[in-house]
């Protein structure tokens, strides 16, 4: 296990905060995912002590193992990123507004880490997370596919990713009509829906 910053400008004093736990188990195929939370703006050690970390907080004195930690299979790297997330920081108003700029941040943190730990180019590499991390991980997976080609990127992870807010809603609303049976036949052809362009309720 081991955390630390990566300094990304010196300048600024602008750094990326990281935490890695090694896998328990040894493979002759190692693996590591690494882990976004959303938000955007969650610092990803949510995700690293409330879910697939391999410690847990029993109490503000305790710390147990997770016995369903990602890291029985895999080694874990979270990130808290973009910039001014959790521990990560920078000494100017300057932050990421965009995800472009913040895929071509992350890869740059990325090739920081990668020289100080050259072992993860001989990794299988995941990209996983939650929420917004729909929206990082496509962008980052593509500046590493087009720009770090030596890095093994394997697959991507998501789970209730925030990937295309106006079908996440329309498909709300559809379900809730269905399963609290809010409509009757008659209702329907009356029916109020999600207008698809331009992201508000109007007669369909």
């Not at 949510?46 to 710390?63: C, H, L, S, V």
């Not at 920081?112 to 990209?127: H, K, T």
């Not at 925030?162 to 009356?190: F, G, Q, R, S, V």
Request: charged share 20%; glycine share 8%; net charge negative.
């Amino acid at each position: 296990m081991h955390a630390g910053q990566l300094s990304l400008d010196p300048k600024h004093h602008e750094t990326l905060f990281f935490w890695h736990f090694a896998s328990k188990y040894t493979s002759d195929k190692p693996r590591t995912v690494i882990w976004f939370n959303g938000g955007p703006g969650c610092s990803s050690l949510i995700g690293a002590w409330t879910e697939i970390g391999p410690f847990r907080f029993q109490d503000e004195n305790t710390i147990i193992e997770n016995d369903g930690s990602w890291n029985m299979f895999a080694n874990l790297l979270f990130v808290d990123q973009p910039v001014g997330t959790g521990f990560s920081y920078i000494d100017t108003d300057s932050r990421i507004h965009e995800l472009n700029e913040m895929a071509n941040h992350f890869l740059s943190f990325l090739g920081r880490y990668i020289e100080v730990f050259p072992e993860l180019l001989q990794n299988d590499i995941y990209l996983a997370g939650e929420s917004f991390a729909g929206q990082y991980i496509p962008y980052i997976a593509k500046e590493i596919l087009t720009k770090r080609s030596n890095l093994k990127l394997r697959g991507l992870l998501m789970g209730n990713a925030y990937i295309d807010p106006m079908t996440i809603e329309y498909d709300l609303i559809c379900n809730h009509w269905a399963t609290e049976k809010m409509m009757d036949a008659m209702a329907w052809n009356n029916r109020t829906g999600f207008d698809m362009g331009n992201g508000r309720l109007a007669p369909l």
